[in-house]
């Protein structure tokens, strides 16, 4: 498509619990990009592939999160054992090259109680 | 350690008047830098960029202007439209072919237009 897709809008799940986010790039676009927006203004990057290769996955937490980008299948974000500190808006972002501006998604609002 | 600063949380423009966003970096390393627009509750939206090679770039309403001895670069608007409100966000990233391509990202800054 010609947007990131993120799914779904909203998630909501209690402390300890699995947490799965998705996302689309835009087609033809080879690196892909996951932010953690914690406090409003604030991004985290976690991780990037290039197509289905983790590229750089310096920022990702060691334990509880994980990252796929399988072919023909939207990537995935997944948290497990969620914590409150997980609340956040995670957002996804695709590009054609590697260094040129990435394209994002609307996000995830993910919210742990 | 914040490596992308943009000290101005907000700013008010009057429509029609430029607005000049400033943002400051401590690292480098960067090469590439991009300014990024983003409504509440959207994803933040590509405006326009700048290599580390040029010292400006202009696209329509919007240049973007990089001093890099002071390692400072400035987006100007002109002129602002209310439908320019939003928070305004710098980010950077490098160096190119060093093998990461994240962005780092300033706190941003919510730019008011008023009719």
């Known amino acids: 498509g010609e947007e990131v897709a993120q799914t779904p809008k909203h998630l909501v799940r209690g402390e300890g619990q699995k947490a799965k986010l998705y996302c689309a790039p835009i087609k033809g676009h080879s690196y892909v990009f996951w932010y953690q927006q914690v406090l409003k203004n604030e991004f985290k990057f976690l991780i990037s592939f290039q197509n289905e290769n983790v590229f750089d996955e310096t920022g990702m937490p060691k334990e509880r999160f994980s990252a796929k980008c399988l072919p023909n299948s939207p990537c995935s974000l997944e948290i497990q054992a969620t914590k409150l500190e997980d609340s956040a808006v995670y957002f996804c972002?695709?590009?054609?090259?590697?260094?040129?501006?990435?394209?994002f998604g609307d996000g995830t609002r993910l919210s742990i109680l | 350690d914040q490596q992308v600063k943009q000290n101005s949380p907000s700013l008010s423009v009057q429509e029609g008047r430029i607005s000049i966003l400033n943002c400051d970096y401590t690292n480098s390393m960067f090469d590439y830098f991009l300014w990024y627009k983003k409504y509440p509750a959207e994803g933040p939206t590509f405006l326009i960029s700048i290599s580390s090679i040029k010292d400006k770039n202009e696209d329509g309403r919007f240049t973007v202007f990089l001093n890099k001895s002071a390692k400072h670069l400035s987006l100007h608007i002109v002129p602002s439209q209310p439908g320019d409100s939003a928070v305004y966000f710098c980010a950077a990233t490098g160096p190119s072919g060093a093998g990461s391509y994240q962005l780092t990202f300033g706190k941003g800054t919510k730019l008011s237009v008023i009719p």
């Open positions: 972002a695709s590009s054609h090259w590697s260094n040129q501006p990435q394209h």
